[in-house]
């Protein structure tokens, strides 16, 4: 569980969809995560979706799993500037110590106004 | 406070100093995590607390680092004969338990520590 891949960077203008994509690599974690920061503030989680789950829908986020290509997406409808931040995708691979979450790199969102 | 509260929040030392590194988790959190973000990485997890006793320190890198949580609440990181390589922000978590759940970790705003 330690290479939970992301792209580093994203770009959209201002009331168009974001989608960030992050591979993870147990395929048998529990539990997905989506962390976000913002400068000088902690890590704040966004939203979560269990492993017997597809999909989660959260007012402006979508989280889509596909565990077969152990894939994970996080997709905020209406992009505002205030969603401009780093973007974090966790996984708890099964067996792990709980609350010992796996991150990738952070994607770094940019909302254009 | 209602949050993870951290101090200090930045620290500049020389290599080779001695550094302690404070974490008060939220009232009531039984379950404390602390995790180091080297710039442009992601958090990686250092030791686990649940209650007093560290259920899970495999993550700290070498025996320079240590940390305590002797009353169960605050707890203290500490770095022994710091590297330029220990320079990195700290951060701190609790949550409610640690037994199977959201795995809702409330984190701290971190430490940003400097080694000269």
């Known amino acids: 569980g330690e290479d939970v891949e992301q792209s580093l960077f994203l770009s959209v203008r201002e009331g168009d969809s974001s989608v960030i994509n992050c591979t993870y690599t147990d395929s048998s974690s529990t539990y997905l995560y989506w962390y976000k920061q913002e400068p000088g503030a902690g890590l704040q989680l966004l939203t979560y979706i269990f492993s017997n789950m597809d999909m989660k829908q959260d007012q402006r986020l979508t989280v889509l799993l596909n565990k077969k290509d152990k894939h994970l997406s996080l997709r905020i409808a209406d992009t505002q500037t205030g969603d401009s931040a780093i973007y974090f995708c966790?996984?708890?691979?099964?067996?792990?110590?709980?609350?010992?979450?796996?991150f990738g790199r952070g994607t770094q969102l940019t909302v254009w106004p | 406070g209602a949050g993870v509260s951290q101090t200090p929040s930045n620290k500049v030392t020389e290599k080779g100093k001695y550094v302690e590194l404070r974490c008060d988790p939220i009232s009531g959190h039984t379950a404390l995590y602390w995790y180091r973000q080297s710039l442009g990485q992601g958090p990686e997890f250092l030791i686990y607390f649940q209650g007093t006793g560290a259920a899970d320190d495999s993550g700290l890198p070498n025996d320079r680092f240590f940390a305590v949580r002797p009353e169960g609440s605050v707890s203290t990181l500490k770095i022994q004969r710091t590297e330029r390589g220990d320079s990195a922000v700290y951060l701190c978590?609790?949550?409610?338990?640690?037994?199977?759940?959201?795995?809702?970790?409330?984190f701290g705003e971190g430490s940003r520590l400097t080694v000269l």
């Open positions: 978590a609790s949550s409610l338990n640690a037994g199977p759940g959201t795995g809702e970790l409330f």
């Open positions: 966790a996984e708890i691979p099964r067996g792990s110590t709980l609350g010992r979450l796996y």
